[in-house]
């Protein structure tokens, strides 16, 4: 397509991401000062050579493409897993607080270089992840101390641990380890929140009166590194998004990879052949046939870009970057984004009402399962290689309709996690209520209880699931919170109450071993 200007809903195109994936797994070292020299200067050059080639890019889309300014939502670049990258490192220092050290001199050092370059402003790093799906080591225990000083002394660097597989089971233990990183840094987060300052604050003003026009309260500031963490099973290797991006071993030295943002894109879609029927009803297959003539566009969009990336690419350096070299995720990201009425202009869980019926309530799953079967079917043969996540994402925080959902009580948890067998990539950005009576380590115990529940579905429902789960102290259940962090993207949303200060899993959770991989795993 030559332009996309005449095309009436592409006005709400948006790429979610477009994502620098770097492979360093050649510059392990056991030095832990060579280690970083070298990673710092790969960097430099691959990195460079990306801000050179987006902006040219960016350009050429806008002007001769058609693309809608601002199209770009964030810039990213994903790393190969410090857990494995500092491995050898780890193995000849001695002491523990030394090793601890070590990792967050790495961690600092891409953080910085990549900022220095890319700026700090809607730029994620990601690559502070771990591969752990069949148990936990020395190493990783090592490595997992070492996560929440690096979220506190990096500014957009996250965090992803790899805790089951649908072919090796779920492990117990690494789930409990991950928890504990989960705690750790939600206590620091409601130490952090304390201390914000006005200057801090003054950037939400405007979101903060629009809530409290709508909810006739004032939501309360919360700083969260915990939205810089998620716990995966089965995660890709190639994901471009936050925060389980990172740049599996098996991936190319240097890879361009675009998530897509369209839940405006099928707002449009599901509304104009509702709309179309008045009060009559409306047939579903023209309602999916609308959304993938819709979503196709998007998609093919979307592979563009980022084959003008991958040209730009070359022409700023990197001579040896093939189209094989990256992918599209074909996911549906979202945002907290209103009008001035308050309306969400950019939610999944908005788009799916407008096949009339009250997001979280009875049929809404079907529906959802729907859409996102449409989304698939439609970028599947229009980018000439996907991967990531390709589900869609249903995050409580960043997606305005998600939040208003839990709000008016239509969306329940339970709900919400069975709502994850449809869909990716997981329980993602919701508030949870931690009452001051729940100790940190029964704390632990009920992360690990939800960590497991959200696994089981994905590993016994053969897909890629993940939890980013955000505790809240200090602010009551049902009040609203709006989310600070290095992260950014964060919104807001109501602090859900999962009564975890009345049942522990604490026996189950704590047992040894793994959960076996499902039967239907034996696929040989």
Not at 277 to 306: D, H
Request: proline share 5%; net charge negative; with cysteine.
């Amino acid at each position: 397509m030559s332009s996309y200007k005449n095309l009436p809903y592409f006005g709400s195109f948006r790429l979610r991401t477009v994502t620098l994936g770097v492979n360093l797994i050649d510059r392990m070292d056991s030095d832990w000062n060579t280690m970083t020299a070298q990673i710092v200067e790969d960097l430099r050059k691959t990195v460079g050579a990306f801000k050179c080639a987006f902006d040219r890019a960016y350009q050429e889309a806008v002007e001769k493409k058609g693309f809608p300014e601002n199209f770009i939502q964030t810039r990213r670049v994903t790393v190969t897993p410090l857990d494995l990258l500092t491995r050898p490192a780890l193995r000849y220092t001695k002491e523990e607080s030394n090793q601890i050290d070590g990792i967050v001199k790495v961690a600092k050092a891409i953080d910085g270089t990549i900022t220095d370059i890319l700026g700090k402003s809607r730029v994620f790093i990601g690559g502070i992840s771990s591969l752990a799906q069949k148990g936990i080591n020395n190493a990783n225990r090592v490595f997992y101390k070492a996560i929440p000083r690096v979220l506190e002394e990096t500014s957009v660097m996250n965090a992803s641990i790899n805790v089951a597989t649908f072919k090796s089971g779920i492990d117990l233990e690494a789930i409990l380890a991950a928890s504990e990183v989960i705690a750790e840094v939600a206590i620091r987060d409601h130490e952090r929140t304390q201390k914000l300052t006005g200057e801090q604050l003054a950037p939400y003003e405007e979101k903060v009166n629009l809530l409290k026009q709508l909810y006739r309260e004032e939501p309360s500031p919360y700083w969260s590194n915990c939205a810089r963490i998620a716990v995966f099973n089965d995660a890709p290797p190639d994901n471009p998004f936050m925060a389980g991006g990172y740049q599996g071993p098996g991936e190319p030295e240097v890879s361009i990879n675009v998530g897509i943002n369209g839940a405006g894109i099928i707002e449009h879609a599901i509304r104009d052949v509702v709309s179309s029927y008045g009060s009559e009803p409306y047939l579903l297959s023209e309602v999916v046939m609308r959304i993938k003539e819709y979503m196709e566009n998007a998609y093919m969009a979307a592979e563009e870009f980022k084959k003008l990336v991958m040209k730009h690419m070359r022409d700023c350096g990197i001579k040896d970057i093939e189209d094989k070299d990256g992918i599209v995720d074909l996911s549906i990201a979202s945002s907290d984004d209103r009008d001035e009425n308050g309306k969400p202009t950019n939610s999944f869980a908005y788009a799916i009402e407008q096949l009339g019926l009250r997001f979280g309530h009875h049929g809404s799953l079907a529906a959802l399962a729907m859409v996102i079967d449409a989304v698939k079917k439609a970028g599947a043969f229009r980018v000439s290689y996907h991967g990531g996540l390709s589900g869609t994402f249903i995050p409580v925080s960043e997606d305005a309709g998600m939040a208003d959902a839990v709000a008016s009580h239509a969306l329940n948890f339970s709900k919400y996690m069975a709502m994850t067998a449809v869909s990716s990539v997981g329980i993602d950005m919701f508030p949870v209520y931690w009452p001051d009576s729940v100790s940190k380590e029964d704390f632990v115990y009920q992360l690990a209880g939800i960590i497991a529940d959200q696994t089981a579905i994905g590993v016994f429902t053969g897909k890629t699931t993940s939890v980013r789960i955000l505790p809240v102290k200090g602010v009551k259940p049902d009040e609203w919170v709006y989310f600070i962090g290095g992260a950014g993207l964060l919104g807001a949303a109501p602090v859900w109450d999962l009564n975890i200060d009345r049942f522990s899993p604490k026996k189950f959770v704590t047992a040894k071993g793994r959960i076996p991989a499902p039967i239907f795993s034996l696929r040989n």
